[in-house]
């Protein structure tokens, strides 16, 4: 039942080209299942958000984090976990002068390497809407409720892809039906 | 009339270096993203063997473009046109860059010049799946399947791969047209 421990040191690693295509594939088989952009959207965003519910047990056990004390705190880890799964390190700029919203700057973007949108989707798709349900999702498990979205991507001929995470709020631990 | 105001305001990725491939998506954000492909497949298929076609239309998808990624990169532009060379190609150089390792075997069929077998002892895409009971013929290497081939067919060797169970391992048939 145990996982045998791999041989070679980087076979915790894989391709990303294999990774863009197999997202890239994705994609282009969800485009021709619905026609409609929109419900293309939702649909990455929902796996992205399965994906991160996920993902998040993964990051906890391998890294020894302890709670986020602030945003801030979440920030820096998210960072982290980007850079351990996707080896890139966004920048973290932007922020509200409440402190409950920033922005993370990327300068490449592993899911978009060999991507060209044609022009008519150009506007409509959002085309790596997966990671803001990945944020969204593994925050959830941690009892945060942010909202994520892309405010500028490359893909669509912005300058930089800058990825937005406002704090909506924490969610408190609901007390169990029949539990006092 | 399109294709040069495009070309104007964005940078095509067909002018940009093509960079050798690093390994560095980590391999559990992989296997939740192909979990989730073989969700979406399974979702629209009522099938075991279309779940499979499916996941090997995926992987066709692959194949296409990793062929000529591997063509432009690797072989100054050059295809294969001999059959025994292009599967070993597939076997090392292209298993390699994909999934990280060599595919354990190439064997060609007892008396039959048509049809040969790749084995592989634990394929990437199967390494997180366990099956359920009603899915235990379902096999996702199909989705790799695929890959090999599109790339067959691309490099003009029609043919037909599946993909099955083997003890402990899977082996990939392909079958010439």
Redesign the interface.
Known sequence: MSRQTNKSADSKKVNNELFTLTYGALVAQMLKDHENCEEVNKQLERMGYSIGQRLIEDFLARTNCTRCVDLRDTAEKIQLAFKMYLTMSPSVTNWSTSGDEFSLVFDSNPLTEFVELPDSYSTMLKYCSIIPGIIRGALEMVQMEVMCWFVQDTLRGDPSTELRIRMVKKMEDAIPVGEN | M?IIS?SK??V??VDKPLIK??????????G???S??VQ?CQN?ASSVSEIQA?LA???Q??GQ??MD?QAVRDKNFKRETKLIQMLIMIKSTIWK?????EADKLEQANGDDKTYYIVDGEP?VNRFISMPKDLSSLNCAYFMAGIVEAIMVGANFPCKVTALWHDGGTTFIIKLA
């Open positions: 399109n495009s305001n964005k095509s990725n491939p690093r390994s560095d998506i980590h391999i559990s954000l992989y939740l993203l192909f989730e492909v979406y629209r499916k239309d995926l992987g998808h692959i473009r990793v990624v860059n994909l999934f990280g390792k990437l």
